[in-house]
């Protein structure tokens, strides 16, 4: 296969933190100078919200660029897939108006080599997180981690067998028969039906087939021909089974790593990464925070920022701008742009303060603890910045911004190390401005 030079660069996008950092907000926007837009990791655990000229959309598995004419969708071999989520997505764009399809010039493309998930992952997801004596992570409670077990454990089942009725057949004979056992010996659950769920499942595959294809080869495909790919990344690089706060993660590769493997288009083809992160910090589920907020500081940005889970609802730790988090996550990411989302957020803070350094024994560090209990000894220490206390909302020239809202944003630029491309002054389409550099690397 030829490599033709590209005329607009591919670009990896990501959650440069814990999650929820507007990723779909971002997507939405740059979809418009991309042909196609991948997810790379992840299942219907992300829950990214776009809203354009008031309209909102939560998506889940599918990437943000179908909502824009002329963009592909593609879910790669790196995702988990619910077959009964997915298809509750598309109907959901559908009713919606939107025009999604399938086959050979359809929106939206999935990878064959994609796994799925089934009804006993999530079996024994909420067995294992709600067992006396285990050590609870908090999860989305979608079946992630169980479908990445099989996947690794090469005990999964692929979309291109969900296709096969008689593979289907007997490997959720086989996989009932296993994780039913399991279940009930050790949570004492009730078993699944494997009858049942083949009948469910064979008839969704009916409905999927139309939207399989190899991505792999869709995608280097389309990048040869001059066509640029966003990658989309779902949770946060802090989130990564690899690189995250682990245990507290989820079970797959959400950094730029992932990009590659999870949808088979190698690194040099890939232009640049850019990084999202909020203004300040949030997590969802359990997992150290060193800068988390437990007064009513916290509580203001939870409110400004309307932290609460776009799927779940659960509300969202807040804290302050962590920068050697931001540091680590570029790092591991070789993240060139940052996009800084929900400035409007601290608006009405009369000071800012930005953790610039871990304390660790009395020392001032950047280094991470590799072990998440190293985290309770983190003193973080901070610079406080003065806040701008005047809106920024909607505001879509730099220039605009309040001066020390500029100051702020530089302070993150220099001490980050990535160049800010993007800024968010809130959750609509138009509220977003770009820097000159990014618009014209973007081209
Ligand atoms: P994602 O998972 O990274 O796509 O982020 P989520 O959609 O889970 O959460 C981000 C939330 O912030 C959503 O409700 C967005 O609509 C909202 N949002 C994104 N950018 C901005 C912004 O600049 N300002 C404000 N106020 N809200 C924003
Ligand atoms: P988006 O793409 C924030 C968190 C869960 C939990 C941990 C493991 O919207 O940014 P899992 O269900 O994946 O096994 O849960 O990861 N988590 C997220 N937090 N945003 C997400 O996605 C997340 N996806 C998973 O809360 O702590
Ligand atoms: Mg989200």
């Not at 190698?266 to 969802?284: E, L, N, W």
């Not at 540091?327 to 989302?341: A, C, Q």
């Not at 406080?384 to 005047?390: A, E």
Request: proline share 6%; with cysteine.
């Amino acid at each position: 296969m030829s490599q033709a030079k590209q005329s607009r660069p591919s670009a990896v996008i990501l959650g440069a933190q814990w999650g929820d950092e507007g990723k779909g907000k971002i997507v939405d926007v740059l979809s418009e100078k991309f042909d196609i837009v991948a997810r790379y990791a992840g299942g219907h655990n992300a829950g990214h919200t776009v809203i354009i000229h008031g309209r909102k959309f939560v998506l889940q598995l599918i990437p943000c660029g179908v909502l824009r004419p002329g963009c592909r969708g593609v879910i790669g071999n790196g995702v988990v897939l619910d077959p009964m989520a997915f298809l509750a997505e598309v109907k959901k764009l559908r009713d919606a108006g939107l025009p999604v399809e399938g086959g050979a010039n359809g929106q939206l493309v999935v990878s064959n080599r994609a796994q799925v998930i089934l009804p006993y992952h999530r079996m024994i997801e909420l067995a294992a997180e709600t067992a006396p004596g285990r050590q609870t992570i908090g999860t989305t409670r979608r079946g992630i981690g169980p479908a990445y077990e099989d996947k690794i454990h090469r005990n999964g089942l692929r979309v291109i067998d969900l296709l096969n009725p008689s593979i289907l057949r007997t490997h959720i004979n086989n996989a009932c028969h296993e994780k039913n056992t399991i279940a009930h010996a050790l949570f004492g659950t009730e078993p699944l039906d494997p009858k049942q769920m083949y009948e469910d499942y064979a008839r969704a595959a009916e409905q999927i087939a139309p939207f399989v294809a190899d991505t792999a080869v869709l995608l280097n495909d389309a990048i040869t021909a001059g066509q640029n790919v966003l990658f989309e990344g779902a949770q946060g690089a802090l989130l990564d089974i690899d690189h995250g706060t682990y245990p507290f993660v989820t079970s797959s590769s959400s950094t730029a790593g992932g990009a590659v493997t999870g949808t088979g288009v190698g690194p040099t083809r890939i232009g640049t990464v850019i990084g999202v992160t909020k203004a300040y910090v949030t997590r969802v589920g359990e997992g150290p925070f060193p800068t988390e907020i437990d007064d009513h500081a916290g509580e203001l940005l939870r409110a400004r920022g309307q932290e609460y889970g776009a799927v779940t609802g659960r509300p969202r730790r807040c804290g302050w701008l962590d920068l050697p988090l931001l540091r680590y996550s570029n790092m591991i990411n070789s993240t060139e742009w940052l996009v800084v989302t929900k400035m409007d957020v601290m608006d009405e803070c009369a000071e800012i303060p930005v953790c610039t350094g871990y304390k660790i024994d009395g020392k001032v560090t950047d280094v991470i603890p590799a072990d998440v209990r190293g985290f309770k000894s983190i003193q973080p220490v901070y610079t406080t910045l003065p806040g701008w206390k005047s809106s920024t909302e909607g505001i879509t020239e730099y220039d605009k911004l309040p001066k020390k809202a500029q100051a702020y944003l530089e302070f993150i630029e220099n001490e980050s190390g990535a160049k800010i491309g993007m800024i968010s002054t809130g959750p609509d389409r138009v509220q977003t401005m770009l820097q000159p550099g990014f618009a014209e690397m973007l081209g």
